[in-house]
């Protein structure tokens, strides 16, 4: 990464027990390998950083909390980087080490949350989404490939087996209330209350004791989480996975329609995908 990069998230200050992480690559929020370092670089800032308590993610750009990674680097961009801190590859090592710090973190969904969208949010302790304008997807079986971000091991956990399989193998857009009915986030709130709710959320949060607040994280993590082990063979079958002919054809024509460039394609992604299954 360069002093050039425009940074993709950056940190608001509200507190020092209050931070406010914002993404803003627009048009589209994509998580490519260049997002990878910059993200690490927040959580870092979150590890060492000894009197913050809560921090929330939130959105720049309008009708995209984050969607999928860019499908235009070469892969190798991103299988060729150092693992991270936990002895995973850099992504899944970040959303371990999300998970498990001793920071409370709140997924505020106002927009697409798709592929690492929805991983990161997942990787959150909470999830709260707009009523009208959050929508949740792991779209990747339409595209021929399996998620590796964390889905396949969190979402079960989360919501059940049977509607864990229903996200992940139907591959379509779970909007902001049915989201909430299934568990995929904590709460829909309508449009207009979200910021506030959230807000009022993270300051109660962060007006408590730390230590308090680490031990029952802790605690909730310990029953709840998927092992390291799990984390890497998600992301090893993600690796393997999109790398099969049937994986690059579909891409490919997704491409082709305007994935990564026509809006229409990244707001109605499943339409786009059930096109390309059903031409093949």
């Not at 921090?55 to 995209?64: E, I, K, R, Y």
């Not at 850099?90 to 997924?107: M, Q, Y």
Request: charged share 25%.
């Amino acid at each position: 990464m360069t002093s050039d990069d425009k940074q993709e998230f950056s940190i608001t200050r509200v507190s020092e027990a209050y931070w406010r992480v914002t993404i803003d690559h627009p048009p589209f929020n994509i998580f490519g390998p260049q997002s990878i370092p910059m993200l690490d670089r927040v959580v870092t800032e979150m590890e060492k950083d000894a009197t913050l308590k809560v921090v929330v993610f939130d959105s720049a750009v309008p009708g995209f909390f984050q969607t999928h990674f860019d499908f235009i680097p070469p892969l190798e961009t991103t299988t060729s980087m150092a693992p991270g801190t936990t002895g995973l590859p850099p992504l899944p090592d970040i959303f371990v080490r999300l998970t498990r710090s001793s920071v409370v973190t709140i997924a505020e969904i106002r927009g697409r949350a798709s592929g690492v969208g929805s991983e990161l949010a997942l990787a959150c302790d909470m999830r709260f989404a707009s009523r009208e304008k959050a929508v949740l997807s792991q779209f990747e079986i339409g595209g021929g490939f399996t998620p590796g971000g964390g889905p396949m091991v969190r979402l079960p956990r989360l919501i059940g087996r049977g509607r864990a399989l229903e996200v992940m193998l139907g591959g379509n857009d779970f909007p902001g209330e049915l989201a909430e009915r299934y568990g995929y986030v904590n709460r829909a709130v309508p449009d207009a209350e979200l910021g506030e709710f959230v807000d009022t959320l993270a300051r109660r949060i962060a007006s408590f004791d730390k230590t308090s607040l680490a031990d029952i994280k802790r605690m909730v993590n310990t029953s709840t989480l998927p092992s390291n082990e799990e984390v890497a063979a998600e992301w090893a079958s993600f690796i393997t996975s999109v790398q099969r002919p049937a994986a690059q054809r579909a891409v490919t024509k997704l491409m082709e329609l305007g994935l990564q460039q026509n809006p229409d394609v990244e707001i109605n992604l499943p339409r786009y995908t059930g096109k390309v299954n059903q031409a093949d």
